[in-house]
């Protein structure tokens, strides 16, 4: 099915190190949400956007949706090993719809 | 409860067998979502429901899937005959309109890790 593009696929960071990572749709998008996801569990929600160019924040992490529309990202400062996990950025279909898809995810290994 | 919980967590079934996934939503959540995630890949859409109506299936792969909410809470989404390609995790999300944005925000359970042998 369809889905959205995230970027980088993995990486391994520094504990301590600032962590960058976006996700870009072909489409444009008025939610942006972003979600973490442990080994086991569910998806938790992190941040979610309703604006064009906002811009929030949820403890270490910050979010920023694009003011194209077809992008939003997230950014995770002083990372510490309980960051590990996938992140997944996720939107609606179209406006007003219930229906999400869901980003590649983008898999992220701490490093003490 | 406080979070959406489902269950068996982990299932088993032999190629041909029937199987049936629980998802208890949050309380008071009128929407409930069931999404199918394959290893190393997004959670994909399956089925929609707004209290006990189901409103799409669009993503249910086939006619042996089938979901229900009877009541507007509890909701089963049952598998017929299950195939190899059905291995995958079962999430279950719920949510409650938002109501200064008038957006959805999807709660998620633990999962159903559904194997087929």
């Known amino acids: 099915g369809q889905q959205l593009n995230q970027s980088p696929q993995s990486m391994f960071i520094q504990e301590g190190e600032d962590v960058s990572m976006n996700c870009t749709s072909s489409s444009i998008f008025n939610t942006w949400l972003w979600y973490k996801q442990d080994p086991g569990e569910g998806p938790v929600l992190l941040i979610a956007l309703y604006k064009a160019g906002e811009l929030t924040s949820n403890g270490r992490l910050t979010a920023q949706f694009g003011i194209t529309r077809k992008d939003s990202f997230l950014n995770i400062s002083a990372s510490i090993p309980s960051d590990v996990g996938i992140y997944f950025c996720a939107g609606p279909w179209s406006s007003g719809t219930y229906k999400y898809i869901f980003g590649t995810g983008t898999r992220l290994k701490v490093l003490a | 409860g406080a979070g959406v919980s489902q269950s068996p967590r982990y299932k088993v079934a032999k190629r041909g067998q029937d199987v049936a996934l629980r998802c208890d939503p949050i309380s008071g959540h009128v929407s409930l979502f069931w999404y199918q995630q394959a290893l190393g890949q997004g959670p994909e859409f399956l089925t929609y429901?707004?209290?006990?109506?189901?409103?799409?299936k669009s993503g249910l792969p086939s006619d042996r899937f089938f979901a229900e909410r009877p009541e507007g809470s509890v909701s089963t989404l049952k598998i017929q005959r299950t195939q190899q390609e059905d291995s995958a995790v079962y999430l279950c999300?719920?949510?409650?309109?938002?109501?200064?944005?008038?957006?959805?925000?999807?709660?998620f359970g633990p999962g159903t890790r559904l194997t087929v042998t």
């Open positions: 999300a719920s949510s409650s309109p938002s109501g200064t944005t008038g957006t959805y925000e999807q709660y």
């Open positions: 429901f707004q209290n006990e109506a189901q409103l799409d």
